[in-house]
């Protein structure tokens, strides 16, 4: 099993930054690979970037270029770097293992961008 923990939620200001932070702990040789996503009130989940063990990255069309994921310090401690965040950036932000089998997901960190 694999066990994912998110943290860094907070309220910030429109024009600010924001890191998040996840960490996989347990069977995690069986990590395949590491992604973020967001669920905004009222909407779907949407999928926002992930990360290889071998630091392949990709990211959705709308975070490309304002939002960075990486592997920070000891393995599966992965970061989510948000720059330039606005109000449509509000929402529960989860973590997930990806697995040969079901994903393990985190909790949720709640991130809310408001003047």
């Known amino acids: 099993q694999v066990q994912v923990v998110e943290s860094g939620g907070g309220l910030v200001q429109p024009g600010r930054s924001l890191r998040l932070s996840c960490v996989a702990s347990?069977?995690?040789?069986?990590?395949?690979?590491m992604a973020w996503y967001r669920r905004a009130p009222g909407k779907e989940r949407e999928y926002l970037a992930m990360?290889?063990?071998?630091?392949?990255?990709d990211y959705a069309p709308s975070v490309r270029g304002r939002f960075t994921i990486s592997e920070n310090g000891p393995r599966y401690t992965v970061s989510l770097q948000m720059n330039d965040l606005n109000s449509d950036d509000t929402a529960v932000y989860y973590c997930?293992?990806?697995?040969?089998?079901?994903?393990?997901w985190g909790q949720g960190t709640q991130v809310t961008v408001s003047s």
């Open positions: 347990g069977s995690v040789d069986a990590i395949t690979s």
């Open positions: 997930s293992a990806r697995l040969p089998g079901p994903d393990s």
């Open positions: 990360i290889t063990p071998s630091g392949i990255t």
